[in-house]
C-alpha cells in the first residue's frame, strides 16, 4: 500500500514540476521556490488508533505564501483545503478489524509550486455502534397506532464518528429505505409530507401507503463514519383505522394584559393596539399519532389555510359577538371534531337598571342564614318601584365558576352586591368587574354581614389600612376599616336625610338577642357623605359606638357602602333608607 501511495506522489509532483518549467520566465534570476509542509498533528508511522482521527499540519513558503493544502488518503487526493486540521473517519467497516491507512498533505504556493508531501502510515481500529429506538422520539413497542407517527433510532458507539440511520418496514433483506444523516421519521400520508410549510422540520417524512390496518414489524439499523454498521433492531406494532385528533376543550383567550370573563365577555379595552389571542390545542397522543395543523374559522366565513399555529390573534377587535370553530388535523391526514369557542367585546351602555348581585348562601351559610327565596323577597320589597333583576351568584356560573361579567352587566346602571348571610363576600374575586363597571360610570352598592371579611383574617377587633392601590381605597374611598368581634351591633342612626335602622331581632337566632357582631365601621374618604353611625349595646365602652357605618360617594363615581347588613335590619325601615339612596345612586341615569 505504501509503495503505491509514494509512486503516486511522485508521478504527481513531477507533472507539477513539468508544468512550471512550460511557464517559466528565463530572464528570472531567482526561481520560484518550493513550499514546504509538516504534519503537527497525526499518528506515529506505525501507530494504531482509533478510525476517526483529528489531523493537522502546518506549511510555510520562503518566498511567497501557502496557498492551500492536497490531502491524500491511501494516495488517494480527497480534497484540496486552506485550513490547517481537519478530521478523518478512515474506513474500518468490520468492528475491531485492524486496517492500514495513510494519509498525506502536500503544500501548494502562490505560483502552483508543490511541496514534499508529509505523510504517515499507521493501522486505523473501530468499534460497530448499536442502534435503538430513543423512547421520547418513538411509538412504544408493542403500541396501537393509527396511520402516522414517528420514530427517532439512536446510536450507540463506544468511538463515535457521526451516524447514519436506516429503517425498513416489515422486510428487513431488501426493503431498507436509504442511509440518513437524520435519525427522526414520521410516516404521514402523501399529501401531508408535501405541505411542507406544515411539515416539521428535521424529521423525513415517509409515506404512509404501507402501512394497512394490522400488525407491522419496523426494523432499523445505524452506522459510524467509518463503515461499521450495528445489529438490525425491530419495533412492533399494530395499526387500527378510526383515529382522529381529539380538540382540548381548555381553550386560552387573552384581550391585551387581560383575560376574558369566564363567559368570554371583556370590556372594549379605552386602549388602542389592544390584541384578541385565542389560543387552542389538541392532541393525538391516544394512539400516539402527532398533530399536524390547525386552522380556525369566524362564524361561517371561509376556514383559515393550515397552519402550525393554533392561535387567532386580532388587534382592536371591534364591539361584537365572535363565534369561532376550531379544527386540527393529524400526520394521517385525519380530522378533529370542531371546537366551538365564543368570545364577545362588550361597551358598556349606562340606564336604570339596577342588579342585585345575590350571593346567599340558601339557607346553608351561618345562623340566620336567609334562603335564597328570602333574600329575594327582601330585595325585592326595600327596591319596589325600581327597575331590578337578580343574579344568583351562586348558581351563576360557568364550569365551577361563579362569575360576574361584562356582558352582566352591560346595561345596568347601578350594582346591588348582596352577601346578607355571611356567605363572604366575593369582591375579592370580584373587583376586577366592580372596579371596570365603576370606571365607566357604573354605580355600586355593597351591604353585607363582615362586609370587608373577603381582606380580613382573625376573630378579635379587626383595624384595616388600605393603601392607594387596594380596591377599598380607590373604589370605596376607604382609609381604615374596623370590625367588632363583639356581638354587640345594634343598627345605626341616621346621619342628615338617610335614615337609620335597627337589626331586626326576628331574623336572628333568639341567642343573639338582636346583636350582631362582625359589623365594619369606616373612616372614608372625606368627600364621602356619612349616611349611618353605629349603635352597640356596649355603648360606654366600645369604641364602635358611633362610628361611620354607611357611607355615600358621589363624585368621579357613585358608590355606597354599609357595614352593618341590610338584610338583617327592620326590613321597613330598609325601604325607607332606599328611597333616601336611590335617588343618589340612579342621578344622571333616568
Ligand atoms: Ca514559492
Ligand atoms: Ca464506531
Ligand atoms: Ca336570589
Not at 548 to 575: D, M
Request: with cysteine.
Amino acid at each position: 500500500m505504501k509503495h503505491v501511495y509514494v509512486l503516486l506522489v511522485m508521478a504527481v509532483g513531477l507533472a507539477i514540476w513539468l508544468a512550471g518549467c512550460e511557464t517559466d520566465n528565463p530572464g528570472t534570476p531567482k526561481p520560484n521556490q518550493r513550499p514546504a509542509v509538516e504534519l503537527s498533528v497525526a499518528p506515529q508511522d506505525g501507530d494504531t488508533v482509533e478510525h476517526n482521527k483529528h489531523l493537522g499540519w502546518w506549511g510555510n513558503d520562503a518566498d511567497g505564501q501557502v496557498v492551500g493544502y492536497h490531502l491524500l488518503v491511501d494516495g488517494v487526493r480527497i480534497s484540496f483545503t486552506t485550513a490547517t486540521d481537519t478530521t478523518i473517519a478512515f474506513a474500518a467497516p468490520v468492528t475491531e478489524q485492524i486496517y492500514a491507512r495513510t494519509f498525506a498533505v502536500l503544500a501548494v504556493d502562490n505560483e502552483g509550486l508543490l511541496s514534499d508531501t508529509a505523510h504517515r502510515q499507521f493501522y486505523v481500529i473501530n468499534w460497530a455502534p448499536t442502534a435503538s429506538f430513543d423512547a421520547a422520539g418513538s411509538i412504544a413497542e408493542g403500541a396501537t397506532v393509527g396511520h402516522a407517527f414517528r420514530v427517532t433510532v439512536q446510536a450507540t458507539d463506544t468511538n463515535a464518528s457521526f451516524s447514519y440511520y436506516d429503517l425498513s418496514l416489515d422486510d428487513s433483506l431488501s426493503g431498507w429505505m436509504g442511509w440518513r444523516r437524520d435519525s427522526a421519521y414520521l410516516f404521514a400520508a402523501p399529501e401531508i409530507i408535501a405541505d411542507s410549510a406544515n411539515f416539521p422540520e428535521g424529521v423525513h417524512g415517509i409515506p404512509n401507503t404501507a402501512l394497512t390496518a394490522g400488525a407491522h414489524t419496523l426494523f432499523a439499523r445505524v452506522k459510524d463514519a467509518g463503515g461499521a454498521e450495528s445489529p438490525i433492531i425491530s419495533l412492533h406494532f399494530t395499526v387500527a383505522d378510526g383515529f382522529r385528533p381529539g380538540m382540548d376543550t381548555t381553550v386560552t383567550a387573552t384581550y391585551g394584559a387581560d383575560r376574558f370573563y369566564a363567559d368570554g365577555s371583556v370590556y372594549l379595552s379605552t386602549r388602542t393596539g389592544v390584541e384578541t389571542r385565542v389560543e387552542f390545542s389538541a392532541s393525538a397522543a391516544a394512539y400516539s399519532g402527532e398533530i399536524n395543523a390547525y386552522r380556525w374559522q369566524l362564524a361561517d366565513g371561509e376556514w383559515s389555510a393550515w397552519s402550525l399555529d393554533p392561535v387567532v390573534a386580532d388587534i382592536d377587535a371591534a364591539v361584537g359577538d365572535y363565534q369561532y370553530s376550531f379544527m386540527a388535523r393529524d400526520a394521517a391526514g385525519g380530522y378533529s371534531d370542531t371546537l366551538r369557542y365564543f368570545i364577545r367585546i362588550v361597551q358598556q351602555t349606562l340606564s336604570d337598571s339596577v342588579i342585585v348581585v345575590d350571593e346567599t348562601a340558601d339557607g346553608n351559610g351561618n345562623p340566620g342564614s336567609p334562603s335564597d327565596a328570602q333574600a329575594d323577597q327582601f330585595y325585592a320589597n326595600v327596591l319596589l318601584g325600581w327597575n331590578t333583576r337578580q343574579i344568583d351568584y351562586a348558581t351563576h356560573k360557568v364550569g365551577p365558576t361563579s362569575y360576574v361579567s361584562p356582558y352582566d352587566l352591560r346595561n345596568a346602571g347601578v350594582v346591588v352586591w348582596h352577601a346578607d348571610d355571611q356567605a363572604n363576600l366575593q369582591l375579592d374575586d370580584n373587583t376586577r368587574i366592580l372596579g371596570e363597571f365603576l370606571d365607566r360610570g357604573g354605580r355600586l352598592i355593597i351591604s353585607g354581614w363582615d362586609v370587608l371579611g373577603t381582606w380580613s383574617g382573625g376573630t378579635t377587633d379587626t383595624i384595616m389600612s388600605f393603601g392607594s392601590t387596594h380596591f377599598a381605597r380607590k373604589y370605596l374611598r376607604l382609609y381604615e376599616g374596623r370590625r367588632n368581634a363583639a356581638r354587640t351591633t345594634l343598627g345605626f342612626d341616621g346621619n342628615g336625610e338617610f335614615p337609620g335602622c335597627r337589626i331586626a331581632a326576628s331574623k336572628l337566632p333568639a341567642s343573639f338577642q338582636g346583636r350582631l357582631h362582625k359589623c365594619w365601621s369606616f373612616q372614608p374618604s372625606g368627600e364621602c357623605l356619612i349616611m349611618g353611625r353605629m349603635v352597640v349595646s356596649d355603648s360606654l365602652t366600645s369604641p364602635f359606638q358611633g362610628r361611620s357605618t354607611a357611607y355615600l360617594y358621589y363624585q368621579s363615581f357613585r358608590v355606597a357602602v354599609f357595614g352593618v347588613p341590610l338584610y338583617f335590619c327592620v326590613e321597613s325601615e330598609v325601604r325607607t333608607l332606599m328611597e333616601a339612596v336611590m335617588p343618589w345612586m340612579l342621578q344622571g341615569l333616568q
